[in-house]
């Protein structure tokens, strides 16, 4: 019995209909059609090398050319008529090639499988983001290093358990957030290099009869090499892990960065302003002004984290080689880096342009008794251990809080009552800004090294 041709590109040895409803639930061209550029650039090199192995001639090779660079207008100009009959992206395009260039269009997929072509895709489409997300890190890291600049000497309290501690520089907080991102940015450039290996070529699973020249694709499309073993290659996603994980880790710490932010424009801190811009008002208080684009960066942290647990999860059970579960990766990873890069173009932006409210840093660490370690220094160059100064220091700052004044405002006279070997010279190490010079050590706070280490920090980035 023969069977009238099938719409479906694979409908050959099927007897009914897909069901519509399982058609519109296996399908992935409604979020599949954004690697349409992808998909379109790894089949002109596909075709190429076909060519060059002789399977495509000349002529056919010239039609398949034209044929993807119109689809390829079709979809820029958003022409291009989707279809979820036909499932994905790939047999979306395949099927308007074949319709715009005849037979030609049928060989395109010789020696390739839908397997190896999305493994392929989505390494390319990844590839060409994390250098937009890179990019968003090093603009970021720029306007930190400026705004640090600044603030080499804007005296703030350094806080641990979020109770003051020691006096730091505003510019050597904002160059701790600059270390972040320098992680951040290393970690995807080891993400970018791991996935860039080329599948096409695998195949389904087993690889191909066909004497393909993946080394003369893998040029084309700029892989380092052809992938060694076609089960993984089709198979593997943890490229999509691993930039999930990258971008966790960078939520993390965009989220962190909120958090102080939050705490540091509210009224009671005033430590600085946001960008108008960067805030909304309240339709009932009119006082207010939210700091809502660090406040949803630290919300948005939490979908990126459940994204990295989905593509975990997504993968732990599967066998070699592909399993249609890997369709439901793209969407954890296209909002992940939608994600990460809506976020890190905002802070890029907003807070190279914080307002930096000095006066009220300055305030705030004089309050607390941060110098209280440097008076237990200067006691132990005084000669005492320095657990005995501690206590000492211990007993001077319980007197000073029942007195309602800071260290740097007692009398030498009343210094005196602690330990006698203090001298005229302790006010120069209870000053604020006695206290961040002393701390002129590599990676320290004192204003110098965080001039030299902000020009360290440029010719890194630049
Ligand atoms: N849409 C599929 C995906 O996203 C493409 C590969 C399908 N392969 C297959 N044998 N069904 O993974």
């Keep these: 019995m023969t069977k009238q041709s099938d719409s479906r590109m694979w409908g050959g040895r099927f007897t009914e209909q897909t069901d519509a409803f399982v058609e519109a639930f296996t399908a992935s061209v409604e979020f599949d059609q954004r690697l349409a550029m992808v998909d379109i650039q790894g089949s002109q090199a596909h075709a190429k090398m076909l060519n060059k192995i002789g399977v495509l001639t000349e002529e056919e090779l010239t039609s398949i050319e034209k044929g993807l660079s119109s689809i390829k207008n079709e979809v820029e100009s958003g022409r291009f008529e989707w279809s979820v009959q036909l499932e ?16 030609a269009g049928k060989k395109l997929h010789t020696g390739r499988s839908r397997n190896d072509q999305i493994a392929t895709d989505i390494r390319l489409y990844l590839r060409d983001e994390i250098k937009v997300c890179q990019q968003f890190i090093r603009q970021f890291q720029h306007g930190l290093l400026d705004l640090a600049s600044k603030h080499a000497d804007t005296i703030m309290p350094g806080f641990t358990h979020l109770q003051v501690a020691q006096p730091i520089t505003f510019g050597h907080h904002l160059l701790a957030w600059f270390e972040m991102l320098e ?47 076609s089960l993984d290659a089709v198979s593997d996603r943890d490229f999509a892990i691993e930039f999930c994980a ?115 840093m300055y305030k705030a660490a ?58 005229q010279d302790v006010f120069e190490v209870l000053t604020l800004e006695g206290s961040v010079n002393l701390r002129n050590i590599t990676g320290g706070t004192a204003p110098e090294q965080v001039r030299f280490q902000i020009e360290q920090c440029r010719k890194l980035i630049s």
């Design 183 to 229: 992680r951040d940015f290393g970690r995807l450039a080891g993400c970018a290099k791991r996935m860039n290996i080329l599948p096409l070529g695998s195949a389904a699973l087993a690889g191909t009869s066909y004497p393909l020249d993946r080394q003369y694709t893998a040029d084309l499309l700029d892989f380092s090499a052809p992938s060694r073993n």
């Design 88 to 103: 994905d992206v790939h047999m979306n395009i395949e099927a308007r090639l074949t319709q715009l260039i005849g037979v």
């Design 366 to 423: 004089k309050q607390g008794f941060a110098t209280a370690t440097d008076l237990a220094d200067y006691l132990v160059n005084k000669g005492l251990p320095f657990r005995d100064s501690h206590e000492v220091v211990g007993i001077a700052v319980a007197y000073a809080i029942d007195k309602g004044k800071d260290l740097s405002e007692c009398s030498l006279k009343e210094l005196k009552t602690f330990h006698d070997s203090i001298e």
């Design 246 to 360: 990258d971008a966790a880790i960078c939520m993390t710490h965009l989220s962190r960065m909120s958090e102080e932010m939050v705490i540091w424009s509210s009224a009671q801190f005033n430590f600085i302003v946001l960008p108008d811009r960067y805030c909304t008002g309240s339709s009932i208080m009119p006082q207010k002004k939210n700091p809502d684009v660090p406040e949803l960066v630290r919300g948005k942290s939490g979908r990126v984290f459940g994204h990295l647990m989905s593509l975990l999860t997504l993968m732990k059970s599967q066998t070699l080689a592909y399993n249609k579960d890997n369709q439901e990766d793209k969407e954890p990873l296209f909002d992940t880096l939608d994600t990460l890069q809506g976020s890190l173009r905002a802070f890029a932006d907003m807070v190279p342009n914080l307002q930096v409210k000095k006066g009220s």
